[in-house]
């Protein structure tokens, strides 16, 4: 049951990740802005459904370390991306120069997968299973919302 749960999150964070480097999010705000918001809403649903302060805290911080992760690998894709313009503008690159490219974009989502799988992992420890159950209500409101937006493009 653990294991369905790690992975569903570690989908959870793929999908999100294309989603928002993919510019996905809604014209009126920018995808900074709407990872923003679902992480604000993440952090108040906690602070909501679990009782203990201090675990609440600590899974909030566990959160927090997921947010950082996923700045730092969209940040990182975006400037795969942008290496790709500049290597498919020459043109006398070469088919290695988009492979190490390509290579290190999805390096990039391996590493935040396996991130978000270590962090699930330490918020199955924190939380209850009653939260889990609470929290992946609107987990899976975020999910459905993601892949809403990826049949979009």
Same mark, same amino acid.
């Given at each position: 049951?653990?294991? &369905?749960?790690? @992975?569903?999150?570690? $989908? ?5 990740? &294309?989603?928002?480097? /993919? !510019?996905? /999010?809604? %014209?009126?705000?920018?995808? *900074? #802005?709407?990872?923003?918001? =679902? ?7 906690? %602070? ?7 675990? /609440? ?5 566990? +959160? ?7 700045? #730092? !690998?969209?940040?990182?894709? #975006? ?6 313009? +500049? ?16 290579? =290190? ?11 978000? $799988?270590?962090?699930?992992? #330490? &918020?199955?420890?924190? $939380?209850?299973?009653?939260? @889990? ?10 999910? *459905? ?6 049949? =979009? &493009?």
């Amino acid at each position: 049951m653990h294991t &369905l749960l790690i @992975r569903s999150i570690a $989908l959870s964070a793929v999908l999100a990740l &294309l989603m928002v480097s /993919a !510019g996905c /999010a809604s %014209r009126d705000k920018s995808p *900074e #802005q709407e990872q923003d918001e =679902a992480f604000a809403d993440i952090k108040a649903e906690i %602070r909501a459904t679990v009782d203990d302060p201090a675990r /609440a805290d600590e899974a909030i911080e566990l +959160v927090t370390e997921m947010e950082q992760s996923f700045d #730092q !690998g969209r940040l990182n894709i #975006q400037q795969g991306k942008t290496n790709i313009r +500049v290597i498919n503008a020459d043109y006398d690159s070469e088919r290695a120069d988009f492979d190490r490219e390509f290579g =290190a974009i999805r390096g990039e989502i391996n590493r935040v997968n396996m991130d978000f $799988l270590r962090i699930g992992s #330490q &918020l199955q420890t924190v $939380l209850t299973d009653d939260e @889990r159950k609470e929290l992946n209500k609107v987990r899976n409101k975020y999910l *459905e919302s993601a892949v809403r937006s990826l049949r =979009a &493009l």
